[in-house]
C-alpha cells in the first residue's frame, strides 16, 4: 500500500491510500439503477478520475475543492488511469496531511512573472489601450498573481492565469515583431493581456485557491462576455474613444475562435486572429507538458481528452 502517493507517480495495480483534493464531484446512476461517485482527484503533481461504486454519500458536489482520504486501486478505463475507490470520507482537522503537498502550483516566479507582465504591457506604444491594461492590472491584481486559468484541462493550477497570460504576451510580443506589416502590436498586446481577466468571475475557488465550479454568472454569461463588459466599463470611465474600446472587446469576444469552442464571434481583424491562434499554441502546449510529466522516455499517454489522442514522450 502506498501512502501519498504522487498522482504523477500512480500506475495500474498500485493500492493507494491517503489525503487528495476532491476537485470535481459528479454523483451518478449505473446501468443497474445503483448509484455510484464518478470523481477527479488532484495533488500538486496532477489530477486523475476516480469511480466510487454503489455510494450515494454523504460526500457530494458540495464538497468539491475539500480534501479527501480515499483508499483504492489504480486501474485504466478507456485508455486513462483512474482510481477504484474502496473508502473515502472528508479530511478532518487533525489528519495529518500538508496542504503544500496538495495544492499544484505554476512552475513559475511569481514576483518575477508579475514584473515582466508589467513590463510589456508598458512596452505597448497606444497610450490608451495601455492605460486599460495598466488600469485593469491594477484593480485585479491579486487574482491575476494567484488564480488558476482553468478548473481543468490546461493551467488549472494556483498562479495558472498569470502563468498562461505570460507566456501568450511573450509569444505575442515575438509575433507582432514577425507581422509588424500586418497586425498592430499595441492592440494585439491589450487583447492578449486582458483576454482572460473575467475568469476571477467565472469561477468559485476554494479555499486553497483552485477553481471548483462554474459562478452563475459564469454559466450564464461566461468570461468572454463579462470581460468584454468590463473593458468597456473601464474604457468610458477612462475616456478611450469607442472605435478602440470595441476592438479589444472583439479581441476578447472572439479569442476561442469558433463558436464550437465557445467564441461569441468570430475573429475578423488580423490580431484577433492571431491571438485565438496563440491562445490555442499556450493551452495545447500546457496539456502537453503536463501529460509528459508522467510518462517514461519512448512511452505513449492513455487517450488525452482535451487534445483527442495519446502523446509519445521522445529522447
Known sequence: MDYNKLICDMNTGDQ????YILKGVYPKTAANGKPFLNATLADKSGTIEARVWNYSGPIGTGDEGKVVKIRGEVSEFRGASQVVIEKIRLAEQD????????VPVAPIDVDGTMQEVEQLIRTIADSDYQKICLQMMQEHYA??????AAKSVHHSFVSGLLMHTANMLKIANFLAGVYADVVDRSLLLAGTFLHDFAKEKEFTFSQLGLATNYSVKGQLLGHLVMGAQEVAEVAKRLGV????SVLLQHMILSHHGEPEF????VPVCAESELLSEIDKIDSRMEIYRESMEGLE??????????????????Q
Do not use: C, M, Q, T
Request: aromatic fraction near 12%; glycine fraction near 10%; proline fraction near 7%.
Open 297 to 314: 522516455v519512448g512511452e505513449f499517454s492513455g487517450r488525452i481528452f482535451a487534445l483527442e489522442k495519446r502523446i509519445y514522450r521522445h
Open 241 to 244: 474613444p469607442e472605435d478602440k
Open 95 to 102: 489528519d495529518p496531511y500538508n496542504v503544500s503537498d496538495l
Open 16 to 19: 493507494v491510500e491517503g489525503f
Open 143 to 148: 487574482a491575476l498573481r494567484s488564480i488558476p
Open 262 to 265: 465557445g467564441a461569441a464571434v
